[in-house]
């Protein structure tokens, strides 16, 4: 059980990152070239390239060259559906807080 748990850590470790969370919805709407990649999000290309070898590692995005570019891809869909729910987490607290505050 704890390999299952320490596999799922890596996968949560491997989001849970405002650069590597900007690859993800950079990536939805499929594979790009780090020469796209690292300026749309802004950030240096060793920076990104840091970034994306952790999720390459950690199997969140796959990779694949094609003579001198590097492509990566989300490896499993499901991921979005990760990021989404936690999106939706941070729009309800965001939205009770701004209750409670109102409330004071």
């Known amino acids: 059980m ?3 748990s320490n596999f799922r850590a890596d996968i949560l470790k491997a989001l849970a990152q405002p650069t590597r969370l ?15 990649i690292f300026p749309a999000i802004g950030e240096e290309q060793s920076n990104t390239s840091r970034h994306l070898n952790m999720m390459l590692t950690a199997g969140v995005l796959t990779r694949r060259k ?4 590097i492509f990566y891809a989300i490896k499993h869909l499901e991921i979005l559906e990760v990021v989404d729910t ?3 987490i941070v729009k309800l607290e965001a939205a ?9």
Do not use: M, P, W, Y
Not at 22 to 36: M, S, Y
Not at 96 to 104: D, F, I, S, T, Y
């Open 86 to 88: 936690v999106t939706l």
């Open 22 to 36: 900007k690859i993800i919805d950079f990536l939805r709407d499929g594979e790009r070239c780090v020469c796209e």
């Open 96 to 104: 009770g807080r701004h209750e409670l505050l109102k409330a004071v």
């Open 2 to 4: 704890s390999n299952i």
């Open 66 to 69: 094609e003579g001198l570019k």
